[in-house]
């Protein structure tokens, strides 16, 4: 279950991000972000988190935003889905799952050939076999 910081801690840390003259200011890059859309960061990825019945403390948030560095190509959500991914192929090495490697299930049998009485059968229907 991902933890997300409370009411409360939002406001502690858009605080934290504001200058002396109450302009939030992005916790990433610094750009004045006030009036713009703003994101709370988990510093340490949410995927990454093994024990989550640790409370999260604004000390595991940046506020970011949006468009500067939380969702920019390059910027924290996209490095953050290539260290999901890493962490996830190590994962699968370590319990001996190799990528490409297919489960091995007993497939689907030869369909039957198509009965139907508008079209002429083009082999003899395997009921008819007895008959002969
Ligand atoms: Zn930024």
Do not use: Y
């Not at 409360?8 to 009036?35: H, W």
């Amino acid at each position: 279950m991902r933890r997300e910081f409370t009411r409360a801690q939002k406001v502690a840390m858009i605080k934290r991000a504001m200058d002396g003259a109450g302009r939030i200011l992005c916790e990433g890059c610094s750009l004045n972000i006030t009036g713009k859309a703003i994101e709370f960061d988990h510093i340490i990825p949410e995927a990454l988190v093994i024990d989550k019945s640790v409370g999260l403390e604004i000390s595991d948030g940046r506020v970011l935003g949006r468009d500067c560095c939380h969702r920019r190509p390059g910027g924290k959500t996209t490095t953050d889905l290539a260290d999901i991914a890493e962490a996830k192929r190590r994962e699968a090495k370590h319990f001996g799952i190799r990528a490409g490697q297919r489960l091995r299930g007993p497939g689907f049998s030869p369909s039957q050939p198509q009965r139907s009485a508008s079209r002429p059968l083009s082999k003899p229907a395997a009921w008819r076999r007895d008959e002969d």
